[in-house]
């Protein structure tokens, strides 16, 4: 095997895999590195909730095989209310779907290496050439793609990622059957995905019910630790102490009982701006970025979106006149990002900082503003639009937005 690529493609998730695919869709010689064993994977990386819309599933062709169940509706619950909002969508087996996009990528063409940890780049003059990868080994490209997550071993040497401690959110699920998912006291969770807006559960984030068919379900919450989560959580407490409270409180889940062939499924994202996103022969995306949705978590669709407009800039470097991957052209990627990847990026993060430093109690009004307002407005205040996200507000916000900007100011 030649070590000399068009494109190299540093991990095989949904982002990667995705942009390994749309190259070899356009004939270049695509080389994906991922660092766990092909046996069983993704056994290590099988950590998205993985639900989705349809604008998903019909761009990028998404079959019925990697779906659990297609659900009707997103729930929003408070403490003591609910909002439904009818939104057909689809929660996907996430490990089926990733071995998916490696079956269509190599059919297209793509070559795979797996269990092939990427170590470092290789530069010449200042640039990266290549990757070392599995302790010695090389393998040479035009362009490389840093779609590992947030190791991001190559967009830290390089200095591209700005991935910052504090602004990392952690998350866990459990799969379980015997949920009671139209219990008398909540809403009708059949064929639905349920987000809930809950300090005691989840402090400084948002628990979730995504229901996979029968009475089975995917189960968990996230948080990221910040002032939000220590002005709302308890000392001492662990995210699995957040979610055995739930499980043990919730009559819901009373009869529930983990599906015992399942994994437990932890992970992590960076909520945050992105620095850099690439530089010369070289972009970074998905969870590298990142890229994931900061209001409701949703990162598939995004990273996705994220290694196709990749694919595009390299493509597009590849064939002008006289092929050029400077950081000049390759700045077309980061164009690309902001307007169709992540459009009000900025403003969808404050929107979430302030979500999640209101109280419970604020929660429940929430609720209520939710049913009583028109659903153009509360798509334009899901798009990030300020003017229709103040619209959501009350007088009795001003101490909340005091607390925001105290906090801004104070980051």
């Known amino acids: ?25 356009r004939d270049y010689d695509v080389f994906v590195l991922e660092a766990e064993a092909e046996d069983g994977f993704p056994r290590q990386s099988n950590k998205s909730t993985a639900g989705t819309f349809p604008s998903m599933m019909a761009s990028f062709g998404v079959p019925d095989e990697v779906v659990m169940n297609y659900t009707d509706d997103v729930i929003l619950e408070s403490p003591n209310h609910h909002y439904v909002q009818h939104q057909p969508g689809a929660v996907l ?22 269990d092939a940890r990427v170590n470092a780049p290789i530069m010449e003059d200042d640039e990266i050439d290549g990757v070392q990868y599995s302790g010695g080994e090389e393998a040479y490209a035009d362009i490389v793609v840093d779609a ?12 591209v990622t700005d991935l910052q401690r504090e602004h990392q959110a952690i998350g866990i699920e459990w799969e379980l059957a015997g949920v009671d998912v139209d219990h008398p006291d909540y809403a009708d969770l ?25 009475d089975t379900a995917k189960v968990g919450l996230c948080y990221i630790q910040n002032g939000s989560h220590e002005r709302y959580g308890r000392d001492g407490a662990s995210i699995d102490d957040y979610l055995h409270h739930w499980l043990e409180s919730d009559p819901r889940f009373a009869d529930a009982e983990r599906i015992s062939d399942k994994q437990q499924h932890r992970g992590s994202a960076h909520i945050q701006m992105p620095g850099r996103l690439c530089t010369d022969g070289f972009m970074a995306i998905g969870d590298t970025v990142p890229t994931i949705d900061p209001l409701w978590g949703e990162g598939i669709h995004k990273g996705m979106k994220s290694g196709r407009m990749a694919a595009i800039t390299a493509d597009r470097c590849f064939t002008e006149a006289d092929p050029d991957t400077s950081a000049e052209a390759m700045s077309v990627y980061s164009k690309l990002w902001h307007s169709e990847v992540a459009p009000r990026m900025q403003e969808r993060l404050l929107m979430t900082e302030l979500l999640y430093l209101a109280p419970n109690d604020r929660y429940d009004t929430l609720m209520a503003d939710l049913q009583d307002a028109d659903s153009d407005m509360l798509a334009k205040a899901n798009a990030g639009n300020v003017r229709a996200m103040l619209k959501l507000l009350h007088l009795g916000d001003i101490p909340l937005l005091g607390k925001f900007a105290k906090a801004r100011l104070s980051g």
């Open 93 to 114: 087996e996430f490990a089926a779907f990733k071995r998916w996009l490696v079956r269509e990528g190599r059919e297209e063409g793509a070559t795979y290496r797996f």
């Open 190 to 214: 059949t064929d639905a995905m349920m987000l809930r807006l809950d300090h005691e559960y989840a402090p400084g984030g948002y628990s979730w019910i995504f229901h996979t068919g029968g």
């Open 148 to 159: 590992t997550g947030p190791a991001a071993p190559l967009a830290k040497e390089l200095g």
């Open 1 to 25: 095997m030649s070590d000399r690529f068009d494109v190299i493609v540093a991990g095989a998730g949904p982002a990667g895999a995705q942009c390994a695919r749309d190259l070899a869709q």
